[in-house]
């Protein structure tokens, strides 16, 4: 057995039948759990594979969002830009290696709950420390302190968002289907919630009438489903977005992830939305490796915006990824990428497998049965 797996059974032990949220924590974040042992995205002796780890283009378009939302917020210096659930950083190194115009400017501030993933951090990146991030500081003609400006970039570490309200942007790749959620059914009408139990050696499900609170949350992200339908409620989400709004005095919040309506979730079944990884393949069921595997869930659709709404994040644009990817001149930079390809094949050098690899690269970031059909949300506040 795991040491994850060692408590949850030694919590259910005290406390009797837990919610699917919180076997979710400790299966992903807590004590030998799945992200606190270094595992997650990447190649080789990895999980599974997000839109960073394909290649360095998807930094280089996200190099120039960024750019765009500083242009549009009057050139702010410093321009704040939080990564929630940065993983090891690879996206932060692509974009900084883009050389967007708004580096001087910009304080790249990673958050990243698992301390063996935010070590593995500073193997790309120059990390300093948080307030270093926010100054240095100089004092204006009423003696306030002011930043220096000009002092991008600058890349700092925590292992939650700040607590302060900042200006800038936070964004959020394939993060919310990691974060915790329960798991209700329909029974006659009514929700009940399924909760992990222990029998024997085994994790097993116990369903029990849901309480009122939860009942509610389901309602939203699918109102009367039919008997035997089962929705993930991303109890956790509703928090996280609390924190972001709690973080964002004005700015915007980009989400990029698996989304689905309430309707989709109803068709698709738990054996559609909930999801296990392991060694870039699926895993097995969720009760049965706890701590060994990545566990997800699409991300319900309406619940989230409606979640967003609640704390003041307006839903400014939709889309899916291959689309948003498009529109900030992916075809553009695959393109050029063939036909630099083209003229040095018969070479054969690095330099024409750079280019190469950025023409699979584009395929990949794009593709409508995978990455590409994840969907782009943007909130503003």
Partial sequence: MTAARDEIVERIGREGPIGFDVFVE??????????????GAGRAGRDFVT????????????????????????????????????GRGRLATDVLASAPDCASALRYVLVERSSGLRA??????????????????????????????????????????PAVPLTGVVLANEL???????????????????????????????????????????????????????????????GWLRACA????????????????????VERGDAGWLRTYRDHGRGVAPLVAAG??????DVPREYLVHAAE????????????????????????????????????????LEAVRHRSRVSEGAALTDPAGLGAHRVLVFTR
């Fill in 120 to 161: 593995v951090q500073r193997d790309l990146l120059t990390v300093e420390p948080f307030e270093d991030a926010l100054g240095p500081m100089v004092r204006d003609e009423e003696d306030a302190p002011v930043p220096v400006t000009g002092m991008g970039p600058i890349v700092t570490a925590l292992d939650d968002l």
């Fill in 176 to 238: 919310l289907d990691n974060l915790p959620f329960r798991v209700v059914e329909r029974r006659g009408g009514e929700w009940w919630e399924v909760r992990v139990a222990v029998d024997g050696e085994e994790l097993v499900e116990s369903v029990v009438p849901a309480a009122s609170d939860l009942a509610a949350e389901a309602d939203v992200v699918a109102a009367d489903p039919p008997d035997g339908a089962r929705l993930p409620v991303p109890t956790a989400l509703a």
């Fill in 51 to 86: 839109s960073p780890e394909v290649g360095t283009l998807f930094g280089a378009l996200i190099a120039r969002a960024l750019d765009g939302w500083w242009r549009d917020a009057g050139e702010p210096d410093p321009y704040l830009v939080i990564e929630a659930g940065a």
């Fill in 292 to 297: 060994e595997q990545d566990i997800t869930s």
């Fill in 26 to 39: 400790l299966a992903l974040y807590g004590p030998g759990g799945f992200f606190t042992r270094a595992r």
């Fill in 310 to 349: 609640r704390v003041g994040l307006h839903l400014e644009q939709e889309l899916t990824q291959a689309a948003w990817l498009r529109g900030l001149g992916l075809d553009d930079l695959v393109a050029e990428a063939r036909r630099e390809w083209d003229a040095r094949a018969h070479v054969g050098d």
């Fill in 246 to 265: 709690a973080a964002l005095r004005r700015g915007r919040l980009v989400v990029v992830d698996y989304l689905a309506t309430g309707a989709e979730l």
